[in-house]
């Protein structure tokens, strides 16, 4: 994981970029440090916008990006540093997957070339269907070809605009495996994804993004602490359920107890340390056997919901 006192690799200030009357994204300011870095929010929160921002593809309509403490926009060595993948892209299907790795390379003037490209090939696992024509891959296996051309030049700071698109299961689990080591490699690596749970696994910092601005931002656990406005939802499991909703019911940590529809309990909390204390103790004072509790909001899900919902969940 990468150190939060570490020295920020991007750095915008007021960034903002509009459409006509259209804001897409507003007043964003915000610093990423060397590891992963997860992006999201809906769809026409502004992810995509902000990563060609900082990418240096997208004009800004007011603020500034830096990367490595350079502007971004029109500095062609800057950009030999970093590696994009934008969400939407041609992919050339009448080519084979190595020739477009290759032309990839040939555009970042990478040297020597044939080594570079079978080292891209080989990080997205596709050395077997390299010689294929593109037209004749999966969704997902277009993804990792494209994958491919973004890290052939070797870039210390990726920029992948939902890579996982298309991707299954096992093919998500080596894309998480390979940013982990990058990561650990010490690059900067931003994802933007809808897929919660896998950014979950992976980022050592959110930005969440809601009608253009940063709603949030920091590990996902001290966000969700931060919102105080409402309560947690924490699952108890146990063999006398009844018996336990009446008594937690009386502590000063619990708002609110309800019964699920498997008999389990669902206590509101607005302190679960709190409560994460007491219920133990509350259980073996009524002899009752807990078998489960589960913090429900405790999850990238939660925090992502409840923000872009404004706390109306």
């Not at 090939?121 to 593109?134: P, S």
């Not at 924490?234 to 009844?242: E, F």
Request: glycine share 8%; hydrophobic share 40%.
């Amino acid at each position: 994981m990468s150190s939060g006192t570490s020295t920020p690799v991007i750095h915008a200030e007021g960034l903002s970029r509009w459409f006509g009357s259209i804001v897409a994204v507003n007043d964003i300011t915000l610093d990423i440090r060397p590891g992963i870095t997860g992006l999201l929010g809906p769809n026409g929160a502004g992810k995509s916008t902000l990563i060609r921002m900082i990418a240096g593809l997208a004009r800004v309509s007011s603020g500034e990006v830096t990367v490595f403490g350079e502007p971004v926009r029109n500095n062609p060595p800057l950009s030999k540093r970093m590696g994009v993948m934008l969400e939407h892209e041609t992919v050339y299907g009448f080519m084979t997957g190595r020739q477009f790795v290759k032309l990839m390379g040939e555009l970042r003037q990478v040297s020597p070339l044939d080594q570079a490209v079978e080292r891209a090939i080989g990080n997205v696992e596709l050395r077997e269907a390299a010689d294929r024509k593109i037209r004749t891959y999966s969704r997902g296996m277009r993804q990792r070809i494209r994958l491919a051309g973004t890290l052939v030049h070797d870039p210390e700071v990726l920029l992948l605009d939902e890579p996982l698109n298309g991707a299954d299961p096992k093919q998500r689990i080596r894309f998480q495996r390979l940013l982990k080591r990058f990561a650990a490699e010490g690059r900067t690596i931003v994802v933007s994804s809808h897929i919660l749970e896998e950014v979950e696994r992976i980022a050592d910092t959110v930005l969440l993004l809601v009608n253009g601005k940063l709603a949030a931002s920091g590990d996902f656990r001290a966000i969700r602490a931060a919102l105080n406005e409402r309560p947690y939802h924490v699952l108890v499991a146990c063999d006398s359920p009844r018996t336990l909703a009446a008594a937690v019911v009386q502590l000063d940590s619990v708002e609110a107890v309800k019964m699920d529809p498997a008999g389990r309990i669902v206590i509101l909390s607005r302190n679960v340390r709190d409560l994460q204390i007491e219920l133990p103790k509350l259980a073996q004072r009524h002899s009752i056997t807990l078998s489960r509790v589960v913090p429900l909001d405790d999850s990238l899900e939660s925090v992502f919901g409840y923000l872009v919902d404004g706390g109306e969940r």
